[in-house]
């Protein structure tokens, strides 16, 4: 039997669900070389919070799998140090709450580079949707470097322009493999990776652009599964921010036996200029082009083999109206607005402008 303590073995971390901890944890039989885990030998309960008490408690509705080859050292979400809400080892998991805008994590390779080590993160969301979900570890929008002073760099509206694109690391399946998805990224020397996003704001006076696109050869839940690839997808089409562009998904009517879903998509613009310029946008694109687009963000999402054999069969017209100072969000009536226009909202009949959040209730 040998004993294994943090930081003194390579199949440490793969095993025992500890970063940065002292304790030690039993081994039986011999330890994996490196980049191959051992057989599990450390109990993890899977109904660990995860970081959900950390966090954010009830409202830890991202969940991210993530990985450093040899070592995460610590791992922050707005500034908090979350290293010891990390669950599992190889990979570890972390929720937060989707409301979060920083995700920094440290970490070493023990050869000190990119050719054995790197970091790998894919995340999801619990509704499927929100700048969160799909997000994984990747050379674009990231920031990396191999040296910090102090802890600034784990802060919002820290000044990462002096960082570098962070290169992909020799061990690629880290990412493919074992966290689902996305890029092993790397420095050479100790790893040091943030990643700041963005979250859509509502519009005052949006104008909202909305339509329908086909699509056959998906199942349902395999749509609502890659929700931000269709959102990406929506928005390299009409030449927009992602953060502009919402989608539902339903099921096709079917004809044949093809399966298929319908992706409604709503695009909030400031003006009626941008509206139109959307609209012409989406007009102009034909299935062929819509499949280019979903393909893109299926690649840059690393989910790739989730769309083989999708294909477009109708790019619906696009119709605009004007917004109303607020973005309806589907399933919560009147939830978070206090000024709104006359109408149903669920069960209830509300008169705009003069109904507050005790009326919803």
Same mark, same amino acid.
């Given at each position: 039997m040998a004993a294994l303590t943090t930081g003194a073995n390579v199949g440490k971390k793969k095993n025992c669900a500890s970063v940065g901890g002292e304790w030690e944890c039993d081994v039986f039989g011999p330890v994996a070389v490196k980049g191959f885990p051992p057989p599990e030998v450390c109990d993890h309960d899977e109904d660990e919070d995860c970081g959900s008490d950390a966090t954010s408690g009830s409202d830890a509705d991202v969940t991210c799998s993530l990985v450093i080859n040899d070592e995460i050292t610590a791992v922050y979400v707005d500034g908090q140090d979350v290293t010891g809400s990390l669950c599992g080892g190889w990979p570890a998991t972390l929720r937060f709450s989707s409301s979060a805008s920083l995700f *920094?994590? =440290?970490g070493y390779d023990n050869e000190g580079g990119c050719q054995y080590g790197g970091f790998a993160m894919r995340c999801t969301t619990a509704d499927g949707t929100g700048p969160w979900h799909g997000l994984t570890a990747d050379t674009q929008n990231w920031r990396a470097t191999n040296w910090v002073s102090g802890s600034s760099w784990t802060q919002l509206g820290f000044d990462d322009s002096a960082?570098?694109?962070?290169?992909?690391g020799g061990e690629p399946e880290y990412g493919t493999d074992l966290v689902g998805g996305g890029d092993t990224i790397c420095v050479e020397g100790d790893f040091y990776f943030r990643r700041e996003v963005d979250h859509p704001t509502p519009l005052e006076s949006p104008f909202l652009v909305t339509g329908d696109l086909t699509f056959e050869g998906m199942t349902y839940e395999a749509a609502q599964d890659n929700t931000d690839v269709f959102v990406a997808a929506?928005?390299?089409?009409?030449?927009? *921010?992602? =953060?502009?562009?919402t989608v539902e998904i339903s099921e096709a009517r079917r004809r044949r036996l093809a399966e298929g879903i319908v992706v409604t998509y709503t695009v909030g613009v400031a003006t009626a200029n941008e509206a139109q310029t959307v609209t012409s946008a989406i007009s102009s694109s034909s299935t062929a082009d819509v499949d280019a687009a979903i393909s893109k963000a299926a690649t840059d999402a690393g989910v790739e083999g989730d769309f083989d054999g999708v294909t477009t069969t109708n790019v619906g017209t696009p119709t605009t109206c004007?917004?109303?100072?607020?973005?309806?969000v589907s399933g919560r009536g009147c939830w978070s607005y206090i000024h709104m226009d006359d109408g149903w909202y669920g069960d209830r009949w509300l008169s705009g402008g003069s109904t507050s959040l005790e009326d919803c209730a």
């Open positions: *920094a994590i =440290s960082w570098q694109t962070p290169s992909v929506v928005a390299d089409l009409c030449g927009v *921010a992602a =953060s502009a562009v004007e917004g109303s100072g607020y973005v309806a």
